[in-house]
């Protein structure tokens, strides 16, 4: 199953703290969707190489926001692992939705290469 990646009890974690929308379709371009689930259950050094998987992601930002917004605790998600995530979610405390903020960044990254390619 796409989105997230890593740890036993992931779909879990998934179906009872997510919501499932119309937005969260991203699962179905998702790098990881047909990875064994059983070489993804990883944890410590075995996570960087779960990583890679996420790399070329092109839902890489959808996966993210959605681990970072539901607190989800398990697995490596948009290419970080949940000690990434929990670092990143203790120095922006003030962050209340990180699909904004990621998808916003996103838009600033694009319009910054369309005004380089053009100009
Ligand atoms: S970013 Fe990684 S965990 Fe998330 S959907 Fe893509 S490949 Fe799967």
């Keep these: 199953m796409p989105g997230g ?7 879990d974690a998934r179906s009872r703290g997510v919501i499932m929308t119309d937005q969260q379709d991203w699962r ?3 790098s990881c969707r047909d990875e064994d689930p ?4 990883v944890r410590g050094a075995e996570q960087r190489k779960a990583k890679l998987v996420c790399i070329a992601c092109p839902v890489r930002t959808e996966c993210l926001a959605e681990a970072l917004d539901n607190r989800v605790e398990f697995g490596v998600w948009g290419g970080m692992t949940e000690r990434e995530r929990r670092a990143l979610l ?7 939705s990180w699909r904004e903020l ?3 960044a996103r838009q600033d990254a694009l319009g910054e290469f369309e005004d380089e ?3």
Excluded: K, M
Aim: hydrophobic share 35%; no cysteine; charged share 35%.
């Design 38 to 41: 059983d070489g993804l259950f």
């Design 117 to 119: 390619r053009v100009g």
């Design 5 to 11: 990646i890593g740890v036993e009890g992931r779909d």
């Design 102 to 104: 990621l998808s916003a």
């Design 90 to 96: 203790r120095r922006r405390p003030d962050v209340t």
């Design 28 to 30: 179905v371009r998702a």
